[in-house]
């Protein structure tokens, strides 16, 4: 058996810093977004994918939307122990993130590694979107 | 990921696929065995149980390890009212040495439950179904459900560590599977709710 076989697969370490520490944004405002990608092992990666999206959390059917998407597979980007890389976008008008009770709105910055070897890891990082307050409990008092 | 704000019991981390099939004793199950079984009852069969209790999780499982050995599977859902047609396409699109695998089987009129597992047969393709009851097709497995089955679901959704015993107890889990009668999904509503619940209902106390 190989070495490469016998070592443990660990994840890498993806670090994402956005221009807003806070990652507070309000429709239309430029985001942009810094990744390193660390802690390979020494496999190459293949390729990044670079996306920035929305999509509802809930008990019910799903949604999703990609607003920004692009692949990084140039090989003079990839140097083999640490990549790193940046990407923007400019935020549409909605949907805001929102925090309801049966259904949740959340922007997100995703950053997926492909290694030579068919392994890949996906790293997510959610951002607000705009002011809309979270819904609240109420409670009903019966009459 | 902001974890505080994150319900573990949401759809994207519940959905068949996301947790690994488990049996009623909430042992991971053993695909490769069901493979073996499957062939040999010659490639058709039923995976029976009740509502919510992990019927379509087992049959994503299954589908994804008959396509890791190589094999065409197509997925079909068998609901709404071009279900049977959808099927009979599915089968005559994979042909050969493939398997179709079908969800909710018993939704497809007793004319199609009947004709469709011979056409497959013709065609030589398999046939993977979920149902209710039992029917012609030989059963794979039963599918049924533990109040263990439901906790151990719990202890593989994220961030369990932080709220599992303080924000949602095994009285609750024990609790929201006894009012649902073993339906796993509708327990894991339940919880998303209590889940939801609870965590606001501190965060307001904090602020």
């Keep these: ?143 | 990921m902001n974890a505080s704000r994150t319900n573990p019991f949401s759809t994207r981390f519940t959905r068949p696929g996301r947790i690994a099939p488990l049996d009623g004793g909430g042992e991971e199950v053993d695909a490769a065995a069901l493979l073996v079984r499957l062939a040999a009852v010659g490639g058709a069969a039923a995976i029976i149980g009740p509502h919510g209790s992990g019927k379509t999780t087992l049959l994503g499982h299954l589908a994804d390890a008959i396509e890791a050995t190589g094999v065409t599977v197509m997925r079909v859902r068998s609901r709404g009212r071009w279900g049977a047609t959808n099927v009979l396409f599915a089968l005559v699109r994979a042909g050969r040495a493939a398997t179709v695998c079908v969800d909710s089987w018993e939704c497809l009129g007793p004319v199609a439950r009947n004709t469709l597992p011979i056409v497959a047969r013709m065609l030589g393709c398999g046939l993977l179904v979920t149902m209710h009851l039992q029917s012609r097709l030989p059963v794979l497995a039963r599918c049924r459900t533990t109040a263990a089955l439901l906790e151990r679901i719990c202890m593989t959704l994220p961030g369990h560590d932080a709220w599992y015993g303080t924000v949602i107890t095994p009285d609750d889990v024990e609790a929201a599977f006894a009012r649902h009668r073993g339906d796993i999904r509708e327990s894991l509503y339940e919880l998303y709710d209590t889940f939801e619940l609870r965590s606001r209902t501190v965060e307001m106390r904090r602020s």
Aim: glycine share 6%.
């Design chain 1, 1 to 143: 058996m190989s070495d490469a076989q016998d070592r443990p697969v660990v994840s890498p370490r993806i670090d994402v810093q956005f221009d807003r520490p806070q990652r507070r944004y309000q429709a239309g405002d430029r985001v942009v977004v810094r990744y390193t990608i660390d802690e390979c092992q020494g496999d190459r990666i293949h390729a990044v994918e670079q996306s920035m999206l929305w999509y509802t959390e809930g008990k019910g059917e799903e949604d999703l939307g990609v607003h920004m998407f692009r692949r990084v597979a140039d090989p003079a980007m990839m140097p083999p122990r640490a990549a790193v890389g940046d990407f923007f976008a400019h935020l549409p008008r909605s949907p805001l993130s929102y925090e309801g009770l049966i259904v949740k709105v959340r922007w997100c910055v995703r950053v997926r590694v492909f290694f030579e070897g068919a392994r890949d890891y996906v790293s997510e990082h959610v951002f607000e979107v705009g002011d809309v307050p979270p819904a609240r409990v109420v409670h009903m008092r019966s009459t």
